[in-house]
C-alpha cells in the first residue's frame, strides 16, 4: 500500500501537467489567432500531409483488389435503368430542323415516332436526374474513412494499421478537441452578445458586436477544422444587400460568417439553438420569424424589405434553394428574396470532398449525427467565390432574375446548372443564363 | 398466369423500392408533382405522359395506379409468350403498349385519331418551324396511308397494322440494370 500512495500522485500530477499543457497549446495555437484573424497555416500542413497518405491508401487499394479481381465502388453512377445513349434535345432538334432548312423536302414522320418521346418520358419519371442530387457523392478515391468506401474489404495490413491508427486519431484525439472548441465557441457567442447587448446603441456597441460574432465564428471553424479559401474578397456583400449561396450544410452558415458580418434570417428554434438566437438578437439586428409567420410569404417579405430599405442595417444572407443539396449541382431557387429588388451579391461554396463529406441529408441523419460525422472526419475543405454584384434588370421579372443569379453561382463553383425555362413549351434549355451585365439600368423606385 | 403476376409483381416491386426512397413516401401524387421534373417539362408528349397516369376526371393517382401504367412498359418476357391464353392480358404486351400510345394521340378516348388530334401532336413534336399546310398535308397523308375503312381517321386496329413491322418491343420497353 506504501507503494502505490506516491504512484498514485504521480499519475495524478502527470495527468494534471499533460491536460493544463493541452489546454494552453489549444488557446495559443487555436483561439488567440481566432480572435485576431490571423493564422499559423497548421491546418494547411496538416491537409498536405493526409493528401499524400490518402494517394498511398488508393494506390494500395487498387493495386489489392487488381490482384484479387474484387470489384472497387459500389456501382451507383449510371442510375437504376438502362438508357439510350440519345439525348432528349438532340433529338428534338433533329426532328425540329427537319422542316425549316430544306424547303423542298417534306419532313418525314410517321405514326411510331412518338415511341421515343414517349419512352423518355417514362424513363425520367422512373429516374431523373433532379432526384440523383438529393443522395451523397461517391468518391474517386479513399480517405481512410470507412464511410465513404462501402466496399472495403481486407487488402493489406499495413492499410487496416493505418485506418485503425485513423480511427483512434479521430475518435480520440480530434473529437474532443473539436467539442471542446465548439462548446468554447458557443459559450463565448452567448456570453459576449448578451454583454454587448446591454450597451446603449452606437459606434462602440457597433464595434464589438462585429467583432465578438467573428470571433466566435472563426473558433466554431476551427473546431470543424474548416479550411476554406476565400476568392475575390472585394465583393463581399456590403450593407443594404442580400446575400444569397448554394446551400449544402448547415456548416455554410459558420463559413460565410465568419468571414463578414451578416444579419440571419430564419425561424425560431427550441433548444439550445433558440438560446443563441435569443442571444444574438440583443447585440445585432438578426431578423427571426415565429413558425407561424413563416407561411405569410407578404409578412416576411415585408420585413425583409424594412431591413434592406435601412441603410444601416446589415446585408442578409439567404440560401435560396431551401434545402440542403449535394453539392454537385445547383437547384432551383426560390423567388422570394429576388423580389425584394434590394442588390444580390451571389456567393458560390464548393466543398472538396475528399476530406470530410458535407453534405447534410436530413432524410437520412439527424442534426447531432450529422454533427458528429463532421467531428470525426478529417476536415472540411471549401472554397468560397464572392461573384460581382446584381441586381434586377427591368425587363426580367423575379424568376429570371433568379436563375440569372443561380447560374452565376453554378458557373463559378463548377456545379451543374439544374436549370430550364419553361418559355415556349421547352425550344429552350438552358445551360448557364446570360451574362451577368452590370449595366445600372435597374429599375428599382428611387 | 400466377407466375407471370409473380413476375409482374417483382418488376413492380424493384420500382417501389426506389420510388419509396426517394419520394418521401407520398402516398398520393399529383399533377404538379410530374411537372416538377424537368427533363419530362421540355419533353414535347410531357403533359400527355402525365395525362395517362390519371384516370378519368380524377386529380391524383395512387402508388397501385402509378404501377399499373408503368407496367406497360415492362419487357416482354420470352417464357410468357407461351402462358394459357384464357387469363387476363398482362399490361405489357405488345397491343397493350401500342394501345398506350394511341391513347397518347387520342384525347378525346373516342377509340379514334382524328385529323385534329394527329396535328396537335405533330405541333407539339415539330415546334414553330413548319407552317401550318405543311403540317396538314403531312397529317393527311399519314391518315392516308392507313386509313382503311375511309372513315378519315385512324382506328386501333388500323393503327395496329400500319405498325406491324415496327419493333414495339423494343421502343416501348425499359430494362433495369443490376
Known amino acids: ?446 | 398466369m400466377m407466375a407471370s403476376r409473380t413476375v409482374q409483381h417483382n418488376w413492380n416491386l424493384d420500382l417501389c423500392t426506389y420510388f419509396l426512397n426517394s419520394s418521401l413516401q407520398l402516398l398520393w401524387t399529383h399533377r404538379e408533382d410530374f411537372q416538377r421534373i424537368p427533363e419530362l417539362a421540355i419533353n414535347p408528349l410531357g403533359d400527355r405522359i402525365i395525362n395517362a397516369f390519371f384516370s378519368e376526371g380524377e386529380d391524383q393517382v395512387n402508388f397501385r395506379g402509378f404501377m399499373r401504367t408503368l407496367a406497360h412498359f415492362r419487357p416482354i418476357e420470352d417464357n410468357e409468350k407461351s402462358k394459357d391464353q384464357n387469363g387476363p392480358e398482362p399490361l405489357n404486351s405488345r397491343s397493350n403498349k401500342l394501345h398506350f400510345a394511341f391513347r397518347l394521340y387520342d384525347l378525346d378516348k373516342d377509340d379514334k385519331i382524328s385529323r385534329d388530334e394527329l396535328l396537335q401532336v405533330l405541333r407539339m413534336m415539330v415546334g414553330v418551324n413548319i407552317s401550318d399546310e405543311q403540317l396538314g398535308s403531312i397529317a393527311d397523308r399519314t391518315i392516308q396511308e392507313a386509313d382503311q375503312d375511309g372513315d378519315c381517321a385512324i382506328s386501333f386496329a388500323e393503327f395496329v397494322k400500319v405498325l406491324e413491322k415496327v419493333d414495339v418491343e423494343q421502343k416501348m420497353s425499359i430494362r433495369f440494370l443490376h
Open chain 1, 1 to 446: 500500500m506504501f507503494l502505490l500512495l506516491p504512484f498514485d500522485s504521480l499519475v495524478v500530477n502527470l495527468l494534471g501537467i499533460s491536460i493544463t499543457v493541452l489546454f494552453t497549446l489549444l488557446l495559443v495555437f487555436i483561439i488567440v489567432p481566432a480572435i485576431f484573424g490571423v493564422s499559423f497555416g497548421i491546418r494547411k500542413v496538416y491537409m498536405k500531409t493526409l493528401l499524400k497518405i490518402f494517394q498511398w491508401a488508393t494506390l494500395r487499394i487498387e493495386r489489392g483488389a487488381k490482384e484479387k479481381n474484387h470489384p472497387l465502388y459500389k456501382p451507383y453512377v449510371n442510375g437504376i435503368i438502362a438508357k439510350e445513349p440519345t439525348s432528349l434535345e438532340e433529338e428534338i432538334k433533329e426532328i425540329r430542323r427537319s422542316g425549316s432548312g430544306k424547303a423542298l423536302d417534306a419532313p418525314e414522320f410517321e405514326l411510331s415516332d412518338i415511341f421515343y418521346f414517349c419512352r423518355k418520358g417514362i424513363e425520367t419519371i422512373m429516374d431523373d436526374e433532379v432526384t440523383k442530387r438529393f443522395s451523397a457523392e461517391e468518391l474517386e478515391s479513399w480517405n481512410l474513412l470507412s464511410r465513404t468506401n462501402y466496399n472495403f474489404h481486407y487488402i493489406s495490413l499495413r492499410l487496416t494499421v493505418l485506418w485503425g491508427l485513423g480511427v483512434l486519431i479521430r475518435y480520440c484525439f480530434l473529437l474532443p478537441l473539436r467539442i471542446a472548441l465548439a462548446f468554447t465557441g458557443i459559450s463565448l457567442l452567448v456570453t459576449g452578445t448578451t454583454v454587448v447587448g446591454y450597451l446603449p446603441n452606437g459606434r462602440c456597441k457597433e464595434f464589438l458586436s462585429k467583432h465578438v460574432h467573428l470571433m466566435c465564428y472563426r473558433i466554431c471553424v476551427r473546431a470543424l477544422t474548416a479550411i476554406i479559401t476565400y476568392h475575390d474578397r472585394e465583393n463581399r456583400p456590403r450593407n443594404g444587400g442580400i446575400c444569397v449561396a448554394n446551400h449544402t450544410s448547415p456548416i455554410d452558415v459558420i463559413i460565410l460568417a465568419s468571414d463578414g458580418y451578416y444579419a440571419m434570417v430564419g425561424q425560431v428554434h427550441g433548444g439550445l439553438m433558440g438560446v443563441i438566437q435569443r442571444a444574438m438578437v440583443k447585440a445585432c439586428p438578426h431578423v427571426w420569424f415565429e413558425r407561424s409567420e413563416v407561411k405569410d410569404r407578404h409578412l416576411v417579405a415585408k420585413r425583409l424589405t424594412e431591413h434592406v430599405q435601412d441603410k444601416s442595417k446589415l446585408p442578409i444572407l439567404i440560401f435560396p434553394e431551401g434545402t440542403c443539396i449535394n453539392n454537385t449541382s445547383v437547384m432551383m431557387f426560390k423567388k422570394g428574396s429576388f423580389e425584394i429588388g434590394a442588390t444580390v451579391y451571389p456567393v458560390a461554396i464548393k466543398y472538396d470532398p475528399q476530406f470530410g463529406d458535407a453534405f447534410w441529408n436530413s432524410s437520412k441523419y439527424g442534426m447531432v449525427t450529422y454533427l458528429l460525422r463532421m467531428m470525426t472526419s478529417w476536415a472540411i475543405v471549401c472554397s468560397v467565390w464572392y461573384l460581382p454584384p446584381m441586381t434586377r434588370q427591368c425587363d426580367e421579372d423575379a424568376v429570371q432574375f433568379a436563375n440569372r443569379v443561380k447560374s452565376a453561382i453554378a458557373r463559378q463553383g463548377g456545379l451543374v446548372d439544374l436549370l430550364w425555362s419553361k418559355e415556349g413549351e421547352g425550344e429552350r434549355y438552358i445551360q448557364g443564363g446570360a451574362t451577368e451585365t452590370l449595366q445600372q439600368n435597374d429599375c428599382r423606385q428611387p
